[in-house]
């Protein structure tokens, strides 16, 4: 961290985490609790949407946000909630679920903006073979409404959070519907599964107005983690060895196999874009893939060259671009800072990748900037730029407030 080898950083240095380097935080979340998404919802629906699953952790959510909220009160534990902001995690962590922490906690990393994604509100709105969620079409629309509401109104009072909406695809119709209604709102990035749902491709040309109004308005798609749903089948913890201990009746499997999960879902959901012509139509059309790695991405546009021309693109001539072209004109990813970023741009040039913490999951760890920072060492200020605001920039377009912007001749490479 900026100030403590320890990794925590002190509120009352000169300095905040970010140390006066232009950063956007293209990954952080809220913490929900179990009544969260209904809390947000029309009235007449409140009752036909269910609590969040939480994956066990409702009991232990409220009871961190209660003893969050009353040390609150005590001068002395807020002052070490904020010396310890990347220490703490999840429900416990300054920020985590009360809008005006948030604020202060982006005070102290000194970040120009974060999206903002929920962490358990989306998954009700998941349908999937192996964890359906809410299939009543009325209710799930109800309940796409009440998360992009709730997102909007965690960030409405700090134009530095960017809320991130959340549109199914179940019902073509619908989605439009709820794409339109989430900007409204004020989303500044829509997000959509990255596996399919519904009985429709989310390349179907139903789903077209829903990318022409991204590209339109200057918003993003976006990918994060988690559409895609379980991305390794429980069978694989069936292994007869000894398992893990069990957290509050979960047994979770080795953290390894699912890293090793992460691409299948989000790979085929961005060739699908590709294949199918949505960037080429939509040529203004961005497109961010979070949380999700990036150690993929070389190996990844050699095989869509790959797939292209053996199998298509020989008889076909509906794309003028490479498939891998339109990846790189369209399409970020954000490494995890484990990943080594300088590796990647030798691999593929410095436009595609993105800072990220996770903020205030415990993925992100307690050091993400110095991780980057330690990846990136000698690189060239632009690349670094790129890095850490540039490629943001392109990537929210509209979305991200003017005043947001790192001005001219403000760089980090230029001190």
Known sequence: MSDEADGRHSPAADVTYAAGRPIHDVDAHLMEDEGWLARHADPGFRDRIPPLDMHGMGEISAKVIEEARSAA????????????????KNWAALGAFEPADRSRALDLLGFRSQ???????????????????????????????????????????????LPVGWVSLDVAELAVNAAREALEFGCAAIEVPSYPVGPLSLTHADFDPIFAMLAESGRPLLFHVGGGGRLVAP??????????????????????????????????????????????????LRCGVIEQGATWVPGFLRRLDLAWYEFVGQ?????????????LRQVRFTPFPYEDVGWLIDQTGPELYLFSTDFPHDEGGVEPLES???????????????????????????????????????SWSAR
């Open 73 to 88: 009160a005590d001068p002395t534990e807020r002052e070490r909630a904020e010396s310890e902001l990347l220490n703490r």
């Open 115 to 161: 999206y903002v994604f929920s962490t358990y509100g989306h998954i009700p709105l998941l349908n999937l073979p192996s964890s359906p969620g809410i299939t009543d079409p009325e209710v799930l629309y109800a309940a796409v409404r009440a998360h992009n509401r709730g997102v909007t109104a965690f960030c409405a009072d700090d134009p530095r959070l």
């Open 235 to 284: 069978v694989f913890a069936e292994n007869g060895r000894p398992r893990q201990p069990r957290a509050q009746g979960h047994v979770p499997l080795i953290p390894a196999l699912t890293y090793m999960g992460i691409p299948a879902p989000v790979e085929l959901a961005v060739a699908a874009l590709v294949f199918d012509g949505v960037f080429e139509r939509h040529p203004g």
């Open 315 to 327: 008889r076909s001539r509906t794309l003028p671009l490479a498939p891998s072209e339109y990846v």
């Open 372 to 410: 980057f920072m330690a990846q990136l060492d000698g690189r060239t200020g632009d690349e670094q730029d790129m890095f850490y605001w540039r490629n943001f920039e392109e990537l929210a377009g509209q979305g991200l407030p003017s005043a947001l912007r790192v001005p001219d001749g403000s």
